[in-house]
């Protein structure tokens, strides 16, 4: 970590993760919105929470800044209780609305803000960081939804906290906000801070998260990179021409290579699903007369579809 602790008199004991859930539950009278949630985030990880409507990502961001406490589980924050560690300052959020005053000006929201901190970080500082120097003297009414965001980030960066949570940071911003939002947000990442956010959008999850936590119904369905959870979906598709592959005996020697899932024809060309593409390759490559190899990985939407759809009940949203 690289904060300052000379800033704040937090006792820093031993190297605690940044998160830990264990078990993790939230009802809302019969809704059950988190269920039994597992998730350890150590401390300079950008983690992507991702998921569909009603995922149960907004409930579980809410525990980790005590807004609402667990119904079960356990959940600390830097080994501590939630609202201790947002008291010290070493948690703090991007939420999607609210908190901003529409008649002061934006270096006015800030410099307001951090006397309400024990010890804040700079207020020009901190607007430089938010890379809204340049928009100190707008009105806050007058600003853009990307630019009030970056008001949010730079409220957010003042007690120098050594988490941030935000939750779905850009949505209504158009491409290019949201692209030089997540610039501003990854430059101060790599001062250290633990960074947690929740997210729609597979592509932003996919651009500047390290790791993508995946949530359905209240429950972790997939964690890790973004090519780990494409590889977890459903593995990678081989393609290769294979004249005369249709035969009976050549279609059961396909579907008897080890990590093959499913093996289909079209004319020539033989698609295998396999969640060892290179048990596969080998095969094809070697046993047979197969040629124009190609091997594709799924996309992250695949994986997304694939991991938060139950098959019951089909999308949740
Ligand atoms: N205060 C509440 N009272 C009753 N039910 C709630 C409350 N807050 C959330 N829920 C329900 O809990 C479930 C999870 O909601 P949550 O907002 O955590 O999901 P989410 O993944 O953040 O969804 P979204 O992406 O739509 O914001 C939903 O079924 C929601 O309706």
Not at 46 to 63: C, E, H, Q, R
Not at 174 to 191: G, L, N, P
């Amino acid at each position: 970590m690289t904060t300052t602790s000379t800033q704040r008199p937090w006792p820093r004991t031993g190297p605690a993760a940044a998160l830990r859930l264990e078990g993790v539950v939230k009802s809302f009278g019969d809704v059950v919105a988190v269920n039994g949630l597992d998730l350890t985030v150590q401390p300079g990880e950008i983690v992507a929470f991702l998921g569909p409507n009603g995922a149960g990502k907004t409930s579980t961001l809410d525990m980790v800044l005590g807004l609402s406490r667990p119904t079960g589980g356990t959940l600390q924050v830097f080994g501590s209780d939630p609202l201790d560690a947002v008291m010290h300052g070493r948690v703090a959020a991007v939420m999607q609305t609210g908190g901003l005053l529409k008649d002061l000006t934006v270096r006015e929201t800030v410099r307001l803000t951090a006397a309400l901190h024990r010890h804040p970080a700079a207020v020009d500082a901190v607007l430089e960081r938010a890379g809204i120097t340049e928009i100190g003297d707008r009105r806050v009414d007058k600003c853009s939804g990307g630019e009030q965001q970056r008001l949010r980030f730079a409220l957010a960066l003042l007690p120098e906290p050594d988490l941030l949570i935000l939750d779905e940071p850009t949505t209504g911003m158009d491409v290019e906000a949201r692209r030089s939002f997540w610039t501003s947000i990854r430059q101060d990442a790599a001062r250290g801070r633990t960074i947690v956010f929740a997210t729609h959008y597979l592509d932003e999850a996919d651009a500047y998260a390290d790791r993508i936590v995946m949530v359905r119904k209240g429950r972790v369905v997939a964690d890790g990179s973004s090519n780990e959870i494409r590889a977890k979906a459903s593995g990678r598709t081989v393609r290769a021409t294979l004249p005369g592959a249709d035969a009976g005996s050549v279609v059961a020697a396909l579907a008897a290579i080890p990590g093959v899932t499913n093996v289909e024809f079209r004319g020539d060309v033989v698609q295998l699903r396999t969640s060892d593409s290179d048990t596969a390759l080998r095969y094809l490559l070697t046993q047979t007369a197969a040629h124009d190899v190609d091997v594709t990985s799924h996309t992250l939407e695949d994986a997304f579809v694939a991991l938060t759809v139950d098959p019951q009940e089909g999308p949740q949203s």
